[in-house]
């Protein structure tokens, strides 16, 4: 995040959830309201455009809608188990509280964010005649700084019921301390809680060429003022999310995505799909206490 301004990153991400209901066929992950969220002027923008983009542009939208579908059929889940708190970390331009079926006794909203960016997405859905759910919560933090546990709690989460949580986009742009806290605080809580995020997996693992594909794709995001912090080695997070007290952890990598959800598409979308050895961009995690 830059002092006082929106994330870039999530405009980025909503424009990629955007483009997936125009350009891709079947869709992964359905939203709606993905077009209306980004603007008129936006959205005109994406209709008029006459490609689905480049390779590597398809590979992180592939990414992007696989985890986002993945987090709400986990919520899915959660909420058939009788969890009725939902907690969006980072939640960017993310819709699910505006198009959420389910009754309003049945699950409770918290969308977590920078202050600057929830000010941002605001104004967007004012603008776009979004309607904002009366029980939805609007938690402003700083990660870095701040008490996740302490800001919840003044917005009223419920420590004493289970909560379903999601951190997408979220863990590459914090430092290592500030991730591991977070999941700290989802392992310590209720029985039945969980969390699905995405997280970049580190140099350690890889090969000369896959380690310079990332110090690449990392200088990219430094100039756009949001660099990465946060990278991982898949079997140490596993383990180390295990000792925190989840009971189950699933660790999703490229290829599985590829195999769940873009097996023989002919549209050509396809996650790392230009080398997902090389590249790795990134896995999905999912942990329940």
């Known amino acids: 995040m830059q002092a006082g301004q929106p994330s870039i990153t999530a405009m980025r991400a909503a424009r990629s959830r955007a483009k997936h209901q125009l350009f891709d066929t079947p869709l992964i992950f359905e939203d709606q309201l993905s077009l ?8 005109d923008s994406l209709r008029s455009e006459r490609s689905s983009g480049g390779l590597l542009a ?3 939208r592939a990414g992007l809608v696989a985890r986002s579908r993945i987090a709400e059929d986990e919520l899915h889940e959660a909420v058939k188990r009788g969890v009725r708190q939902y907690v969006v970390l980072g939640a960017g331009l993310d819709t699910f509280a505006y198009r959420n079926p389910y009754p309003r006794a049945a699950l409770q909203v918290f969308e977590v964010d920078h ?3 929830q000010a941002w997405k605001k104004k967007r859905l004012a603008e776009a005649a979004i309607a904002v759910p009366g029980d939805l919560r609007f938690v402003g933090i700083d990660f870095e700084t701040q008490s996740l546990g302490e800001r919840l ?6 420590f004493s019921a289970p909560g379903q949580f999601s ?6 742009y914090l430092g290592r301390s500030a991730v591991m806290e977070t999941l700290q605080f989802v392992a310590a809580g209720t029985p039945g809680s969980g969390i699905v995020f995405d997280y970049v997996p580190g140099y350690s693992s890889r090969g000369p060429l896959g380690k310079l594909f990332l110090r690449m794709l990392a200088y990219r995001f430094a100039r756009l003022g949001e660099p990465w912090k946060g990278l991982f080695e898949p079997e140490m997070l596993a383990a180390e999310m295990t000792a925190m007290g989840f009971s189950q952890v699933s660790d999703i990598s490229a290829e599985e995505l590829n195999s769940r959800f873009f097996k023989d598409r002919r549209d050509h979308l396809k996650f790392n ?3 997902m050895k090389l590249a790795r961009l990134g896995h999905v995690m999912v942990a329940h206490k």
């Open 58 to 60: 398809r590979a992180f």
């Open 167 to 172: 951190c997408l986009g979220v863990t590459m």
């Open 36 to 43: 209306r969220i980004l603007g008129s002027a936006e959205e």
């Open 273 to 275: 799909a230009f080398g």
């Open 153 to 158: 709690r003044q917005a009223g989460y419920d």
């Open 115 to 117: 202050p600057a960016t």
